[in-house]
């Protein structure tokens, strides 16, 4: 079946230190995959994506590049701001089961100045 | 453009008791989802409609949840009754299409059941 699996949280930073958060996935056919972001009190935000081996989704400084081989869909962002304090999680799409979106747990991260 | 409306943001009742959620869509948006997410975990879809009908309800948990979509517009899911395990946050998004990657997502609904 599809799943997804992401680092446990919370994760807490200082200002302008690197950011990784660890996603894995397991799926048949070949998913899409996104990472949403869901800042203090709103809704869930699509943050990046990736539809097929070898993609890489960026934004907002955010990247993510989608591994076949390793399936995983690291998340990385070179310097955080305070301003990306939010929960992030990972998710999958497969044609195979109807483009249902499969989510991870969320890591929640804060950056402090 | 406005985004996906949700109501009501907040919501704590008894269990056993009955609820109801509505949600907006974006304008135009034919695919409506619902999710439920429950603390610590990622959101879980309840139910995907096409327009005004259901194109999956396999998680739905159909002895005590029903949801409509009744002019292929707004949404209401509904709870009854009501038990301890149903506190969560109720999430509604909406797509142009049933695609991938272009789910909008309302606030949530926050219900705690008591």
């Known amino acids: 079946g599809n799943s997804v699996t992401q680092m446990e949280g919370p994760v807490t930073l200082s200002e302008e230190a690197f950011l990784t958060i660890n996603c894995t996935y397991t799926a048949t056919g070949y998913p899409s995959l996104f990472w949403y972001v869901q800042y203090p009190g709103e809704g869930l935000q699509l943050l990046l994506k990736a539809t097929k081996a070898d993609d890489k989704g960026s934004n907002k400084g955010f990247e993510a590049t989608y591994r076949k081989e390793t399936t995983s869909f690291h998340l990385e962002k070179g310097s955080v701001q305070v301003s990306d304090s939010a929960v992030y999680f990972c998710?999958?799409?497969?044609?195979?089961?109807?483009?249902?979106?499969?989510f991870g747990t969320g890591t929640s991260l804060t950056v402090i100045p | 453009e406005a985004g996906v409306a949700q109501s009501p943001r907040y919501k704590i009742i008894e269990k056993r008791q009955s609820v109801a959620f509505w949600c907006n869509p974006i304008s135009g948006h034919a695919t409506l989802y619902w999710y439920q997410q429950i603390l610590g975990q990622g959101p879980k879809l309840l139910i995907q409609f096409q327009n005004n009908g259901v194109v999956d309800d396999s998680q739905l948990p159909k002895d005590r949840f029903s949801a409509e979509r009744l002019k292929g517009v707004d949404s209401t899911l509904k709870i009854q009754p009501a038990k301890l395990e149903d506190s969560a946050v109720y999430l509604c998004a909406s797509a142009p299409t049933p695609r991938r990657d272009t789910q909008y997502f309302g606030p949530g609904t926050r219900l705690t059941v008591l």
């Open positions: 998710a999958l799409s497969s044609p195979n089961t109807g483009n249902q979106f499969y």
